[in-house]
Every structure is written in C-alpha cells, then in structure tokens.
C-alpha cells in the first residue's frame, strides 16, 4: 500500500514548528502554541498510518524503499508524540521557576525537544538502516543540549559523558549495518533483514549481532554499557528526564527490536548472551538503586533494571515474549513518567533532588504523595496496573522457554526495586515534623495534571487492556513475520 503525503505529519511537522520556535519563539506564549500544535498534527499522521494499517491486510505501509511503518512503528511514535506532548504541558511553571536563570534560551528548550521528537519519528518510519541510524544520531545530539540545560558543572559533565560514550557505542552499531551491507552486496532494509541474516555465514552473522548489542545496548543504557545513563538523568531538568527515559531511551530498544531481536530468533548464542546481560541489568541496577542519596538517580537505576525485562522477553522466539515485552515498553514509559513527573514537583517545592533535604524541606503534597506511592507499586507489577499483567507475561514466558532462573531474577529485582522506592516514599512522606514546620507546598495544576495522565493510563490499562492489545498485537505479528 501506498504511503500518502499526510503520513509524513508525525516528523514533518513538530521539525517545522521546532524552526518556527527557534526563529520566533520569544514572542508571548508562541512557543507553547506551537510546540502543542506541532505534536497535535503529528498525532494525526500516527492516527492515519494506524488505521490505514489496521484496514489493509497488509503487515506494512511501504513506499519504496524509503519508508516502512508497521505496528512497531506505531507503536513507537506514538510513545514519542504522547511524552513530548506531557513534556511540554509540564515544562512552563516547572523551568520557569527551577531554571529561571536560563529565561533568555526556553525558546530553544521547546525547539530542541520537538525537533527531537520530529527526527525520533523519522526514524521509526525509514526502511533504510543507514537512514534509521543517521535520524538516531542527530536525536542523540539534541538531547545533549537539553541534558546540560542547566549549565553548571554537573550537568556540562554528564552531558559530556552522554554525547561521548552513547556516540562512541552507537557507532558499533553502524558498524554493524556496514557488515551486513558489505557481506551481502545489497542494500539491508527493515524489511529485508530478515532474509539477509539467513543467508549470512554464521561467524559474519554472530559479529554483527555482537556489534548491534553493544550499540543499541549503549543507546537504551543497560549494563554494562549504563555510565551515561544515571548522571543525565539525575542533572537534566526533570521534564527532560521523562523524555530521555520514555522517548529517546527507547530509540535502542527500537534498534535492538529491528536487528537483534531477528539475529536472537536464528541464532541462540544471540539469545543467550542479551538474555544473560539483560538479567544482569535486572539485579544490578535493583542493588545499586536501593541505597543512592539522590532520588532521581535512584530511579534512574530502577529503570535501567526494569529496561533489563523488557530486552530479555524480545529476544525469546515466541508471540508471547514478543508481546509482554512490547506491553512492559509501553508499561516502563508511562511509570517513569509517574515517577520523575512527581519527582520533579518535588525539585519545584524543596529545591533539592536529595533524599535527606526533601525530607527535612517537603510540606504536605498529597496528590503528589499519591501519585508518588503509586509509581512504587506499579514497578512492583502490582495487581490493578499494568505492569503487572506485562510482567506476569514476561515472567511465564522466561519460564516456557527454559530460562526460570531468569524468572526468579525479575521476580527478586522488581521486590527490591518496589522496597527501594516505598521505603524512600515513606522517609519523605511519612516522617513526623514539628507542627511549626508542618506547611503545604504549592504545585502547579500543569504538574499535578501532567503526572495524573500516566497514574491514569498505568490503571486503565492494568483494568482495561483490551484498549492497547490491538496496536501491541499488530507489532508483535509484524516484528515476528520479520525475524521468521
């Protein structure tokens, strides 16, 4: 099926806007209307493919060699599309008041963010794998910008770290697509990598799989390839944060979908060693959280444990993983968005992102203190959220496949992973002040709003799943119908 101009609104247009805003965005709320526009019009070009899709028997949209959408795309974009918009309703009061000494540059902050998410929808949507990395890189480089928003010495440190070891690690990426080009003679597409790998000699095909490891396995920051990925979080504006971990993050695990998750399903070395690095960010980023000073890099540790289910499930050969794994993506983007939308109204009333001064500084924030407590519990794949039916499924096919003891890893991690959390819930919530500096912290309706939107999707889709099945199952076929 033909692929019709209006498609192209899912990068096109928040890339516009994101010129317009640069050019023109110190002038009133323009910079606002424009970001929203941007991402409203790039939502309705994700709603055409999607029910273009949905109507053809086809697994794909195609246009040439150019463009490849299918339900992983989908999938993707949309992620994207609903974090910038969250991130932008949130930004305003938040940066107004955290990062008031940059004033003169949010024209750029909202410009450097959509353009972001312009090149990351770009990239979802190109059939060509040396385009797919190229629109990869370029989001990778904005985000610098927006890590180091802050302008002190932390933050210019972990934005140096981040523009270093992701760009030095997704270049075994490219690597391995030159690999592949040049042990086939062909161009190697989305659509075709599938066919390329089988006729690959297996040493060439096991090199490769090592090099798309490395380099998406450096993108979405799981260990051991993780340096980057705690101090961005921890030094970039909180509403940053949410971007990097629920949009930009997720751009290594849509590499891994469209390179190792095919190499996992004809080779089980592949497999073996994404599942055992997989279980390893598990444990390890569950231990090193449990005991960090500073409640955004705490997080920033439980994600990267989290992100270890997701990639363990991706590589297993059945529908089943495919899918839970998909849920669980979805699932982590719309926890850490609770999480670090709640942590940043913290930051907005004390000032502080460590956990012994919020303790002596926080007032009484009850919705914030809600939505905080239910984040914890979500991670914990509670009953009633979603992350409990993604990681059930994750969980039972680890165990059909042979690899229980993987199981019991994801079971251990997500426990201390919840304790971590629920015990630094209580120490800032819960703890007894004299009446005197007993006082309530005024936050913003945006903020509070911003975060009840990922409380609210995590519920219904723990209650209601049956709304985000259709689009997880379409993906699931798709990226299957590939690797078989």
């Known amino acids: 099926m033909k692929l019709d101009v209006i498609f192209t609104l899912s990068f096109v247009a928040p890339a516009l806007g994101s010129l317009i805003i640069f050019f023109f965005g110190k002038r009133g709320l323009l910079k606002e209307f424009v970001c929203i526009s941007s991402i409203i019009l790039s939502l309705l070009g994700t709603a055409l493919s999607w029910n273009s899709l949905a109507l053809s028997d086809q697994k794909a949209l195609w ?37 008031s000494h940059r004033k003169e540059n949010f024209h750029t902050y909202y410009s450097m963010i959509i353009l972001g998410a312009a090149f990351m929808n770009l990239a979802f949507s190109l059939n060509n794998l040396f385009l797919v990395y190229i629109a990869l890189e370029l989001s990778s480089i904005l985000s610098v910008y927006l890590i180091v928003f802050k302008l002190n010495k932390e933050s210019l440190r972990a934005g140096f770290k981040y523009f270093i070891l992701v760009n030095v690690g997704i270049l075994f990426s490219l690597l391995g697509i030159i690999l592949l080009f040049y042990s086939t003679g062909s161009l190697v597409t989305v659509s075709n990598i599938g066919e390329v790998i089988k006729n690959l000699p297996r040493n060439i095909a096991l090199l490769s799989g090592f090099l798309f490891i ?16 705690p101090d961005s979080y921890a030094e970039s504006p909180s509403a940053v944060t949410v971007f990097l971990a629920g949009a930009v993050t997720k751009l290594g695990f849509y590499g891994l979908l469209r390179t190792v998750t095919v190499l996992s399903f004809n080779y089980e070395e592949i497999k073996h060693l994404v599942i055992t690095l997989a279980s390893l960010s598990m444990l390890a980023g569950a231990i090193l959280a449990f005991n960090q000073r500073d409640i955004k890099k705490m997080i920033a540790y ?38 670090f939308f709640s942590v940043g109204a913290i930051i907005y009333a004390t000032g502080s992102k460590k956990i012994e001064e919020i303790r002596e500084l926080i007032g009484k924030v009850p919705a914030i203190t809600i939505f905080f407590f239910i984040g914890s519990l979500a991670v914990g794949g509670m009953p009633l959220f979603a992350s409990f039916l993604s990681s059930i499924t994750i969980f039972i096919s680890l165990a059909s496949e042979g690899f229980l003891w993987v199981s019991i ?16 819930a209580i120490s800032i919530f819960w703890q007894k002040k004299e009446k005197s500096e007993l006082f309530k912290s005024s936050i913003p ?5 911003c975060t009840a939107v990922f409380v609210i999707l995590v519920i219904i889709f723990g209650i209601y799943p049956e709304i985000i099945y259709p689009v997880i199952d379409i993906a699931a076929r798709g990226i299957i119908k590939i690797a078989g």
Not at 69 to 91: A, H
Not at 310 to 319: F, M, N
Not at 445 to 449: A, E, G, L
């Open 63 to 99: 246009y040439g060699q150019i463009f490849y959408i299918d339900g992983l795309s989908i999938i993707m974009q949309l992620m994207v599309e609903f974090v910038t918009l969250m991130v932008i309703l949130y930004s305003p009061k938040y940066i107004a008041r955290v990062y």
């Open 214 to 229: 490395v380099g998406f396995f450096t993108k979405a920051g799981l260990i051991p390839f993780h340096l980057w990925l």
């Open 302 to 339: 439980i994600s990267i444990s989290e992100m270890g289910f997701i990639v363990s499930a991706l590589v297993l050969k059945t529908y089943e993983g495919i899918f839970g794994g998909l849920f669980h993506l979805i699932n982590h983007t719309l926890m850490k968005g609770v999480l």
């Open 409 to 424: 890893i994801l079971i251990i991690s997500e426990f201390v992973c919840t304790i971590a959390l629920l015990k630094t």
């Open 445 to 449: 309706f945006s903020m509070i709003f």
